[in-house]
């Protein structure tokens, strides 16, 4: 018989105090977070190294066509006591932005189980939501640190972008043959 989902907190942040990302651990084994904050609400979301990279350049090309922000929100880090369980794993990603608010809206959902036969959600939801909107300040910081967070890890290979290890690189470009000097 199939089995039920278990039902996640969906998050809906419409002015946050603070939204940001962050890492912890060691480049290779990293471990991606996105947080936000409005009043006493904290959420934190597990997110891949290239959500977290695709999440900045899709801001940095929206930003493109808006008004300049004006001064940058400060406060960046994450708040280690709301990160240590997140509240879900990121599956997906969308934006808009809202010209009535001036807001760009940030839409994350949850990664949903890779059992298919698991019964949909009662209303056919399938996953916890959670909904960001937020100034172009705090998108434009968004997107500043989410570029530095990516690019302070591993470096890439320049022959097939796959991070660098420090033990070595069996590069699918050069068919394991020899592997690619820097």
């Known amino acids: 018989m199939p089995r039920a989902r278990a039902v996640s ?33 904290v959420a934190t979301l597990k997110m891949e190294k290239l959500q977290v990279a695709a ?6 090309k929206t930003l493109e066509d808006l008004p300049r922000p004006a001064a940058l929100p400060g406060d960046a880090e994450l708040e280690p006591e709301a ?29 949903g189980e890779e059992d298919e036969d698991a019964e949909p959600e009662p209303g056919g939801a399938t996953g916890a939501v959670a ?37 070595g690189h069996q590069c699918p470009r050069t068919n394991g043959h020899r592997p690619p000097s820097l």
Do not use: H, N
């Open 55 to 60: 999440l900045a350049a899709w801001i940095a």
């Open 9 to 41: 907190d969906s998050f809906e942040f419409t002015a946050p105090d603070k939204l940001t990302v962050g890492a912890e651990g060691e480049p290779g084994r990293r471990l991606f977070f996105m947080q936000a904050r409005q009043g006493p609400v």
């Open 131 to 167: 909904r960001f909107l937020a100034t172009r300040e705090q998108m434009a910081a968004l997107a500043i640190r989410a570029t530095r967070l990516v690019e302070s890890g591993r470096p890439s290979c320049p022959l097939c972008g796959y991070p660098l290890d420090p033990g």
């Open 83 to 111: 990160f240590l369980e997140p509240a879900w794993t990121v599956g997906s990603l969308g934006g808009s932005y809202d010209e009535d608010s001036d807001r760009i809206v940030i839409v994350a959902t949850e990664l």
